[in-house]
């Protein structure tokens, strides 16, 4: 039998059980949702050959395991930079506290991955304002407090802070 003849013999046989379950299916509601999974299910008979006319693979399982793992590494990476966001505005509050304003503080970080993966912290101390709480101006003591507070976060712990003066 031929790739045709086959193709044609698989949408007679959905047509014929799509017009035996109209007879058996009492009216009403149901009927009509019936009809609807049937003109679906016609609808892709006829048109699955149509890929390998054209010399595509096509399986519909494939469309839905792509969109499975898409939507994985969404999440990962909504995750993750949730986390990140989380952790500079932490760290941020904290250097604010400690009396110092106008301090960037830039993560490097691979949001794609598994879990967070953390490469170093640069801080950039060009603009920074001394408060008041702060005491004496003096940024070898702010490079300090700053070690100071981003050891005081677990997920940073071993990675080199760099710091950015001029």
Known sequence: MGV????????????????????????GQINKYIKVIFSFVILLVIIMPLPKLFGKEFELRNLFENNQSQLQEDYLYQVNLNKLN??????????????????????????????LEIFGVYVDLRDIKFLDKFGSPDKTKAKLKINEILDGFSILKGVEVKFNEN
Do not use: T
């Not at 110092?100 to 830039?106: I, Y």
């Open 4 to 27: 045709v003849s086959s193709w044609l013999l698989s949408i007679a046989c959905v047509v014929v059980l799509s017009v035996l379950a109209e007879f058996v299916l009492p009216e």
């Open 86 to 115: 989380s952790l500079s505005e932490d760290i941020d509050r904290q250097i604010l506290e400690a009396g110092m304003d106008k301090v960037v503080v830039s993560i490097n970080s691979n949001i794609m991955s598994q879990s």
